[in-house]
T-cell receptor, first 113, second 111 residues
């Protein structure tokens, strides 16, 4: 298996633009997580899905952030409009659910200028 | 103005020595614990995990110790190598909740 695949690896965008981050989880995993990593706050959970259904989005910073999982093999995290303070590394992870190991993708480094 | 970054604790270890990285977790109800290694430019990678019904678990060159009384977790790396240089995170979970990560410790191996 290729592991969790995220795209793009790097994204530089101007403030106000829409940004879409993509994730393909490991086949057979039914839980998917979006984390954000910054120097200030470390690794924070933004949202997670079980069986394609959003379970907890309390970590999403504000309404500018939205996430979808239209099927078991694809998820998106969208920021509209983007702001400089959104600059971070965004990780997608997947697992078989419950208290188990989560497998992380390589991350998307987002820079908003 | 200048932003203040997260100050990661740093552990410097001589190559070949043993390393001990410590973590205090927050929730007494946590029943699953895991250590991840993150190298620069990469996502966190699983090292070892342990459930709350155990107090010790060993892997290849790594041992995790769990002390539920004081809510403390440690990762021991035997014969530390330059390739072990990375940031190490502990994470906890309870029930079916997602992993909650600690702030991390930077391990620097001196050759």
């Amino acid at each position: 298996d290729a592991g969790v695949i995220q795209s793009p690896r790097h994204e530089v965008t101007e403030m106000g633009q829409e940004v879409t981050l993509r994730c393909k989880p490991i086949s057979g995993h039914n839980s998917l997580f979006w984390y954000r990593q910054t120097m200030m706050r470390g690794l924070e959970l933004l949202i997670y899905f079980n069986n394609n259904v959003p379970i907890d989005d309390s970590g999403m910073p504000e309404d500018r952030f939205s996430a979808k999982m239209p099927n078991a093999s694809f998820s998106t995290l969208k920021i509209q409009p983007s702001e400089p303070r959104d600059s971070a590394v965004y990780f997608c992870a997947s697992s078989t659910g419950g208290s188990t190991e989560a497998f992380f993708g390589q991350g998307t480094r987002l820079t908003v200028v | 103005g200048e932003s203040v970054g997260l100050h990661l604790p740093t552990l410097s270890v001589q190559e070949g020595d043993n390393s001990i990285i410590n973590c205090a977790y927050s929730n007494s109800a946590s029943d699953y614990f895991i250590w991840y290694k993150q190298e620069s430019g990469k996502g966190p990678q699983f090292i070892i995990d342990i459930r709350s019904n155990m107090d010790k678990r060993q892997g290849q060159r790594v041992t995790v110790l769990l002390n539920k009384t004081v809510k403390h977790l440690s990762l021991q790396i035997a014969a530390t190598q330059p390739g072990d240089s990375a940031v190490y995170f502990c994470a906890e979970s309870w029930g079916n909740t997602p992993l909650v990560f600690g702030k991390g410790t930077r391990l620097s191996v001196i050759a």
